[in-house]
């Protein structure tokens, strides 16, 4: 396996007024680390109750808010409690006001008591109340998005991903508008453009009310403030580059498909990030091998594994693959389906004990237990 080295230039205090410019942090991985991981995680477990009407799989996005856990899987968002019991579910697939085609994410209005779903097919916002998930209102958006959140300023920002020469500010990755969907700007231009995508639906996320950004094939994330984007830090993996939009458009020469090049190819594929008030979780695929990267940002120390090898150590029976978008509160998730797990108990595998406990208590067509983990 080859090495892989990767560094993160960290931005911690960033001023989005004025332009100014920022001094980056920058954060090593010189080498795979070989820190037990039950040294420096703190695990947890949620298993989400399941009944006839709340049955779901490997999901899309998962997000709490006040005392809510909420899942998006299959153009359905459900909502429990915390401690995973079912309350509802937002389940309205159609075509009329009210109802969408196909969900490609969630972003909540604080301000207003709101979950806004994007509908990424039909070009339309949809609003539901917090209080009791029953639908308000819909916008159409001039755009294609599949991410969005709101700023401090009650504006919004959504990833942009229009490919075709008609397509609104098809050029630039994101678009700012107002509450009533009026453009007030857009950021950061492509140097690439193309129907076919690799990267996560889920672009943007938050952290202590701060809006953070990536794009599909550039090392940068964007901190995103009142109509002004900058860097914030930057995913460096030397032998492990982005694709050059020379490559990229090579392949995808003649409208063809770029992805099976690209993923079989040593540059990096996909990836991820998360963010929580004192660490960072980096996921990525690269020649076709999966990574984890975790950066202490209180102590500024750095960990990275195989995906392989971070599975081992957490003895989760090499089941799941991938890190969720979103999180639970600071912790990220990791779905496990009982059904994998119990062939793994048959076969002699030995979990650890509270994940144990919660295999003997689920069947196998149970909703997934939710693992969750979070640096010390």
């Not at 396996?1 to 560094?7: L, T």
């Not at 770029?258 to 993923?263: Q, S």
């Not at 990525?284 to 090898?309: M, S």
């Not at 144990?356 to 010390?376: A, G």
Request: proline share 4%; aromatic share 14%.
């Amino acid at each position: 396996m080859k090495k892989v080295i990767f560094c993160i230039i960290l931005l911690f205090s960033c001023s989005c007024q004025n332009g100014d410019e920022q001094k980056l942090k920058t954060v090593f991985f010189d080498k795979f680390s070989r820190v037990p991981l039950h040294e420096i995680l703190e695990l947890s477990y949620i298993k989400p109750e399941t009944t006839d009407s709340c049955l779901f799989g490997f999901f899309d996005q998962i997000a709490t808010v006040k005392d809510f856990l909420l899942i998006l899987e299959d153009d359905k968002v459900f909502v429990f409690d915390k401690k995973g019991s079912y309350i509802t579910q937002i389940n309205c697939r159609g075509e009329g006001p009210g109802e969408y085609l196909s969900l490609a994410s969630f972003f909540i209005d604080e301000k207003d008591g709101m979950i806004c779903l994007i509908d990424d097919l039909s070009k339309k916002a949809l609003f539901f109340g917090l209080d009791d998930f029953q639908f308000v209102s819909e916008m159409k958006m001039p755009f294609t998005a599949s991410c969005a959140s709101f700023l401090p300023d009650g504006t919004v920002i959504w990833n942009n991903r229009e490919y075709l020469p008609e397509g609104v500010c098809r050029n630039d990755h994101f678009v700012q508008t107002d509450r009533n969907m009026n453009i007030a700007g857009s950021f950061v231009k492509k140097e690439f453009i193309s129907g076919y995508l690799t990267s996560s639906q889920i672009s943007i996320y938050n952290v202590e009310g701060n809006t953070f950004a990536c794009t599909p094939f550039s090392p940068v994330i964007y901190r995103i403030c009142q109509n002004e984007v900058s860097p914030s830090f930057q995913l460096s993996f030397f032998d492990r580059q982005f694709p050059p939009g020379e490559f990229l458009r090579e392949k995808s020469a003649n409208n063809a498909s770029y992805i099976n090049a690209l993923m079989k190819s040593d540059y990096v594929s996909h990836f991820s990030v998360g963010e929580s008030t004192h660490d960072l979780c980096v996921f990525y695929i690269a020649g076709e091998q999966r990574f984890v990267g975790l950066y202490d940002k209180t102590n500024e120390r750095t960990y990275h594994y195989t995906f392989d090898d971070f599975q081992t150590g957490l003895q989760t029976g090499n089941v799941f693959t991938y890190i969720a978008s979103g999180k639970v509160d600071d912790y990220y998730v990791m779905p496990l389906l009982p059904s994998e797990l119990k062939l793994k108990k048959e076969d002699g595998y030995v979990f650890s004990e509270p994940l144990d406990s919660l295999i003997n208590q689920s069947r196998e067509d149970d909703n997934p237990i939710l693992f969750l983990f979070r640096l010390l």
